[in-house]
């Protein structure tokens, strides 16, 4: 199950394997999904959660990066350079958790200066609920898949 950014060979694949494929077969499969992205081998009971977390985390994303720029353009930014400088925040930030092996809040923290201008927007998006709704929101679409395969 590929992701859109497949379209820009940048997918993320969620394989499952099952007892009528062979390990020579899943690693040509593996490889097939390798070429316009990544791929991990999951088992069959995680797919909803596969769907939740990255299938349609696109759009997510997708969301945030507008909303960013729309803070952007409040501020007078041209749009424009707002979606390209949320966007690129976006793919570096992904590429830092992904690379760095350090824990996400462990990266946030590091851009957090005590008394900061990174702080204060951090503070404002708890309260605001930004994870809560994220987690609902993933929660939902589990749920969702869930009743679609049934």
Do not use: W
């Not at 390209?84 to 590091?110: I, N, R």
């Amino acid at each position: 199950m590929p992701n859109t950014p497949a379209l820009v060979n940048e997918g993320m694949s969620a394989i499952c394997k099952n007892k009528n494929i062979t390990d020579q077969e899943l690693n040509t499969i593996k490889t097939i999904f390798d070429s316009f992205g990544k791929s991990e081998i999951v088992e069959e009971y995680l797919i909803d959660a596969v769907i939740g977390v990255s299938g349609s985390a696109p759009a997510y994303v997708f969301m945030f990066i507008e909303a960013m720029a729309d803070g952007a353009v409040a501020a007078g930014m041209p749009r424009y350079q707002a979606y390209k400088f949320a966007s690129q925040a976006v793919m570096g930030s992904a590429k830092m958790v992904l690379e760095s092996g350090k824990h996400p809040g462990e990266l946030k923290d590091m851009v957090c200066s005590p008394g900061g201008t990174t702080i204060e927007a951090v503070k404002t998006l708890e309260a605001e609920g930004l994870r809560n709704s994220v987690i609902k929101g993933i929660e939902a679409c589990i749920a969702k898949s869930k009743e679609m395969n049934q």
